[in-house]
């Protein structure tokens, strides 16, 4: 099986190095620095299970790679149109596009660009950052991919990449409710970064005090409002579900947006908050948290001081 991974940050290039490990025929795409020490020293993997890639294929131009049997898309969300782009070249007859973006806006994407025949749905769970050009930390044990044909069949597709994930030690899952996983992700994924980006902390002391568990418990309910009157098979209670999932993880998980505002980069905010109050506007859902954490974040969306 043929594996191209655009974009090979934290979450591309953890889960791509997994699958290197078992054996699949995995080509990277990458750009800058990180580029350059793929190329001379492959990459290594700190944290948890720490490893190294010694030697990994990787270019900056995708029409090198030739067509691919699965095409994971892992770039940040801001780069998605520019990425459906690049990736024209992978993409065959019989090629399976995964989009293990944030959000549950990522397909509409896709869909306005490729068959929907050709689509899969994704979602995965890492807390990983970029340390340094060809290394990446992740910050705690919890690792797992899930994807599945969004008409819920289980194709022989979905199996190929199965095995490989699992040959590569991946906590995977072949679902036959995609859509449902991807909001169920989307529901903890904004209260953990919405959290964790204006109260500039780790889920930790959030979930220890009173005020601020009580904050993210309710900023992941409008989430579920929203999902349940998209017609998304939520329990009315989720919200305290995944606030259980929340006391379950390392104290010290942050998100990747709130590394992204320490660092100065570009925020997902409009795709993750903001995406709440959008879909929310459209079922006449009022999400006054998420707007909040939406209006807090904006002067920071862009990157450098706003």
């Known amino acids: 099986m043929r594996i191209a991974i655009m974009g090979s940050g934290g979450l591309g290039g953890y889960f791509g190095a997994r699958l290197v490990q078992g054996g699949a ?14 190329r001379s020293n492959g990459l290594r993997i700190e944290g948890p299970q ?7 294929n990787v270019t900056d131009n995708p029409g090198e790679i030739g067509v691919a ?19 024209r ?13 944030n959000g549950v806006l990522k397909d509409r994407f896709l869909r306005a660009a490729f ?25 705690g044990p919890m690792q797992r991919l899930l994807f599945g044909e969004f008409d819920g069949s289980r194709s022989a597709r979905g199996e190929a990449l199965l095995a490989a994930c699992l040959a590569g030690g991946i906590q995977a899952e072949l679902s036959g409710d995609i859509v449902r996983e991807i909001w169920q992700k ?18 930790g002391p959030i979930r220890s005090d009173a005020q601020t568990r009580a904050f993210l418990h ?3 309910h409008e989430v579920v409002a929203v999902g349940r009157a998209h017609g998304v098979a939520l329990p009315e209670d989720y919200a305290q579900v995944r606030l259980q999932l929340a006391d379950d993880v390392s104290p010290e998980m942050t998100s990747s947006m709130h590394h992204d505002l320490q660092r100065g980069n570009r925020l997902e905010v409009r795709w993750l908050a903001g995406g709440v109050v959008e879909l929310g ?7 006054p948290l998420n707007r909040a954490i939406a209006d807090i974040l904006a002067l920071h969306a862009q990157g450098g001081q706003g």
């Open 186 to 203: 989307y529901v903890f994924l904004v209260g953990l970064s919405g959290t964790t980006t204006t109260i500039r902390k780790p889920i």
């Open 25 to 38: 025929d995995v080509h990277f795409v990458a750009r800058g620095k990180h580029l350059d020490a793929m």
């Open 218 to 220: 309710d900023v992941m």
């Open 281 to 287: 506007q459209a079922k006449g859902i009022a999400t």
């Open 69 to 87: 049997d699965v095409v994971m898309l892992c770039v940040k969300l801001w780069d998605t149109e520019q990425a459906i782009a690049q990736i």
């Open 50 to 56: 720490a490893f190294h890639v010694g030697k990994v």
């Open 115 to 139: 068959d929907e025949r050709q689509l899969m749905g994704g979602v995965c769970y890492v807390a990983t950052t970029i340390e340094a050009p060809g290394v990446i930390r992740q910050t």
């Open 89 to 101: 070249p992978l993409v065959g007859p019989g090629t399976a596009i995964v989009s293990f973006q």
